[in-house]
């Protein structure tokens, strides 16, 4: 029963930024840390970034370290993903997962995922 939901897709031109919100509903693991990845057309999702389940911790793509936040909103029971400095090639759907997370950029160690939210960024 538990439900991911990302928010806060859109078309925004180089170098601008973007926040996206994962919501979930139902109760999972507190053990479960979050993670972002994302999927170009044609290509294999990919890791972006994790924040670990006592939220004490944080992994990021090199494509994206420097870049990208992935942070909790406490006030609106949130995952976020503040973007910045966008680029074309981040131009993706974006999906949040939960899970164990022990491999942070394995697909496999994700249980539930979202149904993904699209970024574009042109040039």
């Known amino acids: 029963q538990v439900q991911l939901a990302e928010s806060g897709g859109g078309l925004v031109q180089a170098g601008a930024s973007l926040r996206l919100s994962c919501a979930a509903s139902g109760p999972f693991p507190s053990s479960y840390a979050m993670a972002w990845f994302r999927q170009a057309p044609e290509k294999e999702r990919e890791f972006i970034a994790q924040?670990?389940?006592?939220?004490?911790?944080?992994t990021y793509a090199d494509s994206v370290k420097g870049r990208f936040t992935i942070s909790r909103d406490n006030a609106k029971n949130t995952v976020d993903l503040q973007m910045t400095s966008l680029k074309p090639e981040d131009t993706a759907v974006y999906y949040c997962?939960?899970?164990?997370?022990?491999?942070?950029?394995?697909?496999?160690?994700?249980?539930?995922w979202g149904q993904g939210t699209q970024v574009t960024v042109s040039s």
């Open positions: 997962a939960a899970g164990s997370g022990s491999n942070v950029r394995a697909i496999y160690d994700y249980a539930y």
């Open positions: 924040l670990s389940a006592s939220g004490s911790r944080t």
